[in-house]
């Protein structure tokens, strides 16, 4: 990631806490915008054509944001990037705007993986557990994996919590080995 994506993830991150904005609200926005952004290479080429003014650009990016009705400070946000020609790292921005402040909300992101399906009175049940030791509240993803054999593997950032049946053989395994 380059350096100025934190820096305008940051500036993003202190302007909307600082007017009390409604996160979730702001970041269906931002969705709503990458999707179009995504969904459009023509729509890409032009905004990061060297060779379009930037007046130019925001220009265009208003009359967009009349059909979306992006809050003036998401708005202002694409504006600067498009303004400091940085508009083709808008996605870059968003992921790092949104790790911030799941980071400030305290919100680890997991991936949780079993060896079979669980149902929510089971997910709920994984879900405080695994917050209890990552310190945090957690949003996880789940995954399914028969070859771990049973139990679960957590995997938060870099971190891997291995309790599965396939992770305890191995271990087992190398001890016997090496013993």
Known sequence: MAAFVSRYASAFLDVVSAALL??????????????????????????????????????????????????????????????????????????????????????????ITTARELDAAERESLLAGVGKLAGARIEASFKLDKSILGGTVVRIGSTVYDGSVRGRLDRLKVSLVSG
Do not use: C, H
């Open 22 to 111: 409604d996160t979730a609200a702001i970041d269906r926005q931002f969705t709503d915008f990458l999707a179009t952004w995504n969904g459009s290479a023509d729509l890409r080429e032009f905004f990061v054509n060297p060779a379009i003014p930037a007046i130019q650009k925001v220009s265009f990016l208003d009359k967009l944001n009349a059909k979306m009705g992006l809050q003036k400070e998401l708005r202002n946000l694409l504006a600067v990037l498009i303004n400091n020609d940085r508009i083709g790292a808008v996605a870059e921005v968003a992921a790092a705007y949104r790790e911030l402040l799941q980071d400030q909300l305290g919100i680890r992101q997991a991936e």
